[in-house]
């Protein structure tokens, strides 16, 4: 065991054989030494849940953001702009606050959250279960699963199990590549083509070079959009979301309040079509 001696402070030692300690204190003594121990724990158990006050009274919500992953965060020569930065500002707004943003990497996200500089986290972040020691998640507000992109009309392929005898375009190494191999493997029989990109398994669909494309559902809104600002509308997202990740606000695991407040304001904008709005007008 290692010693508890600061080298140069000498520390004297208390005989414990023949006589404890305490027994050589005043009784009074004894008992102020007994209730100040015993209100030790209890000061470490009941740490008052006083954010979400704080914010009330200050007006601000202090955001923490990754200002470098379009299109829920850019900041740029235009300002400051995204998924997140709209949302952000909609839900202070319906929580009677401002949004105040402040910029960090994503290596720093965390820290600056449970450091206290930083009242929540708005940052496309996927729910992380190791995180959960110290962190606590909103109700999700944007699902960046797999998708299937196909033909508008006249596609063979509506859902994953039409791909039997067909060809699904991915891109190499991608996350939608290895749940291809997955479902090759569970669902049947079906070929499939690796790209060097999200574009280019798209593009292998719109030259009919593939019967369907396994993408994220962010990367293939984005191509879909680019597609559409030249007329083009060939090709569409079919079916239903083939897996789900879904993006949540983190908050301190004791600021339960503050959680329980922005749930509810997250049901208000999802249920008003507010969010909607927002997540259409940068990828749709």
Known sequence: ?????????????????????MRKLSPAVRLLLLLVIGLIPLTGCSKRDDTWERIEQSGV??????????????????GLRGIDVDFAQALAEELGLEAQFTYFGYDGLYDALTTGQVDVLISALVILPEKTKDIAYSIPYFDAGLVLIAPASGSP?????DLNGKIL?????????????????????????????????????????AHAA???????R??????????DLSLAIVGNPVTSEPFAIATRIDDRIL???????????????KLTTIIEHHLD
């Open 1 to 21: 065991m290692r010693s508890r001696n600061i080298p140069g402070i000498k520390v004297p030692s208390i005989t414990t054989v023949g006589h404890h300690p």
């Open 169 to 209: 375009a991915v891109e190499l190494g991608s996350i939608g590549h290895v749940t291809a191999l997955e479902l090759q493997r569970n669902k049947g029989r079906f070929e499939i083509r690796t790209y060097g990109g999200v574009s280019e398994a798209l593009a292998a669909v719109g030259a009919g070079e």
């Open 157 to 161: 392929v509506a859902r994953i199990d």
């Open 61 to 78: 919500l202090r955001v923490g953001i990754d200002p470098t992953y379009p299109p829920f965060a850019l900041a740029d020569d235009a």
């Open 259 to 273: 959680k329980a407040k922005l749930n509810e304001a997250i049901s208000r904008l999802i249920a008003a079509g």
């Open 214 to 220: 396994l993408v994220d559902s962010i990367s293939g």
């Open 222 to 231: 984005l191509y879909l959009r680019e597609m559409k600002s030249q007329g």
